[in-house]
């Protein structure tokens, strides 16, 4: 009588676990590229862009700016009309376009904010006046409002649900 040997071998088995392991590395998405953001990435990415403009200000020692637009912003060393020397942690081109969104400020009358190399905030290219209070950048649109928040002195950047960026 002939035994007939019926399922999988071990080797079979572990074959087919690596092949779906390699299949899935594959086709499971990268990090999302610009146009996929949503409303709510796209204002993280700005507050996380600030923050970079800071760190890149205490780390180098001297001032560096982010200047805004009503379609996006772009990061610019301490004379604020350039962005020589200054590049995009992603490599992304500058200036930089939000999709869908528009920005207004309250705050900077200088569509600016400037960080020294002590990473305080600034309303302006010399770094002569200070931030005096919270500056609120609010991301509108569909998904919208948000609101990025600079506080005055510590140049603490987050994002808010509400205008007082409490």
Not at 27 to 49: C, E, H, I, N, Y
Not at 111 to 138: C, M, Q, R, S, W
Request: proline share 5%; with cysteine; net charge negative.
């Amino acid at each position: 009588m002939a035994y007939r040997h019926t399922g999988f071998t071990l080797i079979e088995m572990v074959m087919v676990l690596i092949l779906i392991g390699v299949l899935a590395v594959v086709f499971v998405p990268r990090a999302p590229s610009k146009g996929s953001l949503t409303f709510a990435g796209q204002a993280q990415q700005l507050a996380s862009d600030i923050r970079y403009v800071q760190t890149l200000s205490m780390t180098r020692g001297q001032r560096h700016c982010l200047n805004l637009t009503s379609t996006g912003y772009s990061m610019t060393t301490s004379n604020c009309s350039t962005s020589v020397g200054v590049e995009h942690p992603t490599g992304a081109v500058f200036p930089i376009t939000l999709d869908d969104v528009t920005l207004s400020w309250t705050n900077l009358p200088g569509n600016l904010v400037t960080f020294t190399g002590k990473g305080e905030p600034y309303t302006d290219a010399a770094a002569a006046t200070a931030l005096a209070a919270n500056a609120v950048i609010t991301l509108s649109g569909d998904g919208g409002p948000g609101y990025v928040c600079v506080s005055p002195v510590t140049g603490r950047v987050f994002v808010d649900t509400n205008t007082d960026c409490q």
